[in-house]
């Protein structure tokens, strides 16, 4: 019976052990941040806000989500950016792409595959007074490793280091508060 018992907790052990490295070994992307400060934490829970659209980008070969948080979906019922005002500090987006697949049940429709990257925007026109007022952040996936990484330079397209990244790009729709992304009539 000692034996059985020496056993078993030994074996209890292993398995304590094995699982505990597994939980070290798993990135917390919750730690990631790009220089300048935009943190991927001040995006917790993004993956359940609610839709504003989907897009794709033939060039890039991707399909995307962006979602918004509670204060930009208020925002846009209230008519920002089409009426003329901006959006209010706090509003954040979250754009999820991934590299599109067939739909194996619908073999017209594309859905899907594997994740690419997720992107970020805030409004704190404080904290980004020389980008508009806005922060981005682009984090690309790796699936291999199954962890997040700031963008670079050398993605498609390129990512600066910094949280003021996607300021170029954006100044084409400065008249809508630097946001491309239109909400879409339900």
């Known amino acids: 019976m000692k034996k059985i018992r020496m056993m078993a ?8 052990t094995v699982l505990g490295g597994l939980a070290v070994a798993q990135q917390d992307r919750y730690a990631l941040k ?11 829970g993004y993956e359940g806000w609610q839709v504003v659209a ?19 979906i208020e925002a846009y019922k209230a008519g920002i950016p089409d009426n003329g005002k901006p959006f209010p ?18 073999t017209d429709t594309t859905v899907p595959g594997t994740l690419h990257d997720v992107d970020f925007m805030v409004k704190d026109s404080k904290r980004f007074a020389d980008s508009g007022g806005w922060g981005w952040a682009v984090f ?8 997040f990484a700031p963008g670079t330079e050398a993605d498609k397209p390129p990512q600066a280091h910094d949280a003021k990244c996607g300021f170029s790009c954006h100044t084409v729709v400065k008249a809508k508060d630097y946001v491309f992304t239109e ?3 339900r």
């Open 9 to 16: 907790v030994a074996f209890a052990v292993i398995v304590l």
């Open 34 to 44: 790009v220089p300048g400060g935009l943190a991927f934490s001040e995006f917790r």
């Open 54 to 72: 989907t897009s794709q980008s033939p060039a890039l070969k991707l399909v995307a989500v962006i979602l918004a948080n509670p204060e930009m």
């Open 89 to 106: 500090d706090g509003a954040k987006m979250a754009k999820i792409h991934w590299t599109p697949k067939m739909n194996p049940h619908f």
């Open 140 to 147: 690309k996936y790796d699936a291999a490793s199954d962890t």
């Open 183 to 185: 909400y879409g009539k």
